[in-house]
């Protein structure tokens, strides 16, 4: 994927081992090693966890004006002092997978191709080629403003003398992999970030199936969960409801009519706060287990 999109295998090395460090090293510190039920899900879990912690400590040093990644740092240092090889240990369970998985994949591929075709879309080249969303120019703005400031807000790129202080966690979270790699801030994005938070939305889709329907079958719950998971920034039943009421009334077929705007489903939102948002809401569901609990 770096190859297809011009970008730096050496870098693109470096962001991978920066997710390595700064999300499943770190993310030691919020979740604990799993030795039942989907032990691979947990991984991923941890690694976007971790890694939205160590997004605070990048945060925290700009705010504090230390050197950018003091906070990220201490947090990979204290994940090893405080764990020890647990750090770093990948999941002892065997992965074994059965035809309800394989089902299970097939459907959050077909339900995340539209993201990820778009996402992939924009990453080739010095420049993105092409724009999907209007939000997306705005919160790659963002993401160069972080990249290069050394102190908290950073200055708008897009309005002189601007600043603001709002939807930084997944901005920072690529502004980071950016720095700490040298990659280009939309390589970081779409080619890190968004794919590593489509996993984990569908890992944490996975754990919450296994702990909170474990009877159901995954192909059945998993999509469920990821539909179910409309973005944080919208109204699902304000929007929904009413069509569904007037769809009754009027005896319209019109799949348009009744679902509207698609967007509002969640999971083909390729806004990094959006997906972000659903990460939150779908980890959160299983974060209360006996083997799969975040620490605090």
Known sequence: MAVFAAAPLAAAAGALLSVYAGGYVAGALLVRAV???PTFAWAIIRTAAGLLLTTIGFLLSLVLSLPWFVGPGALVAAAVWLHGREAFSWPRTAVRFRRDDAATGLLAVILFSPVLITTFSMAPGDYPPVFYHVDTPYFLEKVH????????PPESLSNLGGQRTYHFGIHAMTA???RLSGLLPHHALFLVVLPLLFTAVLA???A???HLSPVLPRSLAVPLLLISAPSLWSSFWGSLGPRLAAAVRSG???LDRIFGDPELWGIVSNQGQNVGGDFLVLGACPSNS????FRG
């Open 252 to 254: 319209t077929s019109s």
């Open 35 to 37: 030795d039942e039920g």
């Open 145 to 152: 403003a972080l990249a290069t400031s050394n102190a908290y």
């Open 290 to 293: 006996e083997t799969g609990d």
């Open 208 to 210: 919450a199936a296994w």
């Open 204 to 206: 944490a889709a996975i």
């Open 176 to 178: 980071l992999i950016s």
